[in-house]
């Protein structure tokens, strides 16, 4: 798996603004696991976003549990401001 290529993954895709608190980890050789937080811009439904990301990182990157939060702007959770956000990083354990 490429570090990069999952960094750099989700700011190609329509009604994405941003992607935080991204961690990728195997749970067994072959099984790997993603989470991450998503902000979807305001005016884009964001189930429809959602499916598309999943089926990008299934597609692109051959991970098929996903573990996915929606954020929109106007919601910001309170202990990880959005604007305040550095770049996403990846946790990779094992294989
Ligand atoms: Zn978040």
Not at 42 to 54: R, S, T
Request: net charge negative; hydrophobic share 40%.
């Amino acid at each position: 798996m490429n570090r990069t290529q999952i960094i750099d993954m989700p700011e190609n895709i329509d009604g994405v603004t941003n992607v935080h608190d991204l961690h990728v980890w195997t749970i067994t050789s072959g099984f790997d696991s993603l989470s991450c937080h998503l902000l979807v811009e305001d005016d884009k439904e964001e189930q429809e976003v959602l499916q598309k990301v999943i089926n990008i990182i299934l597609e692109k990157h051959k991970i098929e549990h996903t573990t996915i939060q929606i954020e929109k702007a106007y919601l910001e959770h309170t202990e990880f401001k959005v604007k305040k956000m550095v770049a996403p990083f990846v946790f990779i354990v094992g294989d």
